[in-house]
């Protein structure tokens, strides 16, 4: 739009100037057909100034000069021009700088090349010549229109022209963003409906149809038929997650059985029957954690994992996972009391199974005798739950990363400990589910401080309105599975 403002504006600026020169040739030419009439007739030079009066006035003026074929620089000087009689073009003196430039004889050799518009001391001039014969002898009419003021009116109209384009530019401009908003608002509105649709509700949620412009009806054709093809391969996942469940799980229960029972009734194995035997049903109970914990994943993409955000005395639940956890590990739980009790906002069983996680990582990764220490601590509105070791901690880079499915740090994947990568990854998704969080900083004398991050619970949530609490069905729920390592240590101290 501007380029064509420009353009135009240009085109505009040749045409006032091309104008302006055809009204200068109209009037030269009208002084040369009044001198042809006088080709025959002798003139005298007065009759011929007073001719050159006739068509010239203060800002026109005629002269006339007699050419010669070969001129001498002593020739050119000593020129006798016939000039208009009068003081009509002298008066005024506005002409004199042409007059100036006529006496330095600055214009002969150029004045061929007309007509042709000259500026000389801000004044600006059109200038033409013909060649006429008079009694006999060549003489050369001059025409010489001063056009500064034209000039000055054409300049005043063009800057009115360009305050008008950019004026109409600018009114432009905001009428067409008006019209684009228009034009753009359905597919905001568009956009407003696919953001509404979320992991929870795309398996129900569709587009319409007939609230969408015919433009966008193919677009919201293509997206309802996305979201079909992506319910399905929920509803796909959602059946594997479940026959997952009740498949993997009873084979895996037989085999851990039995092998308890083969164990118990082994007098007569000989000490390698004994530890092939052992390893059956550990590596049964190692199967059926992972199998728990890639279940606790599947459904909480689903959407369909439980907890429950409920008011809770954090120390109890610190005491219920130390006393569940340290006899199998050998005094190696250390337990450390707050002063005074604190309430948080959690699910007592989700948290007691995210510690068990965590108390099963650090004994991994430390050394068999270094202590693991349970603790509380509050920070602002949030009550934290420290796990800390004495191993070789977690690098800065990769303290986001271990959290993630399937991802294990460096030390991990050279060590001797075997792991898929998962029970951290179960510890932040049951934590997000919870509106808490799960980190892991530097411990205090070296090794890692892994936390977990819930809301501090405070009598104003319990007010109707607050949305702090939010009771999700816990029908069915059991407490977590204890890790492979604790229950071969608590079999053993029953034995």
Sequence with gaps: MLAGYALLLTANWQLLQWRRLQAHQSQAQSAYAAFRSLEGAEASDQQLRLKLADFSSSDLMHWLEPQLVFQSSDQQSQIQRLVPAGSAFFGLGQNQPLLDLLERQQLQGDLSLTPRCLEQEKAEFCISSKTLWLAGKPWRLFTVQNTSNQRAQERTLFLLFIAGAGVAALFTSALLRRVIDRGLQPLEQLQQSMDSITSDTFTESRLGLDDQPPELQPIAVSFNGLLDRLSTSWEHQRAFVNAVSHELRTPITLIGGYANCLERRAANFSPDQLQQLGLIRDESQRMARLVTDLLEIA??????????????????????AFERLSGALRGRLRFRDSAKPIRAIGDPDRLIQCLTNLIENASKYSPSTAPIELSLSCVADQ????????????????????????????DAIAGPHAGSGIGLAVVQSLMKAMGGDAFVSEAPGGGADFQLRVSIYKPSDDQPGSDKLKRVSTKNRRLPQLPWFINDGSKRANR
């Design 299 to 320: 459904r909480n993409d689903s959407g369909t994992l439980k907890v429950v955000r409920e008011p809770l005395d954090a120390g109890i639940v610190l005491v219920e």
């Design 383 to 410: 009550v934290i739950f420290h796990v800390r070791d004495h191993g070789p901690g977690v690098p800065l880079e990769e303290r986001d990363q271990i959290f993630e499915r399937f991802v294990r740090g460096n």
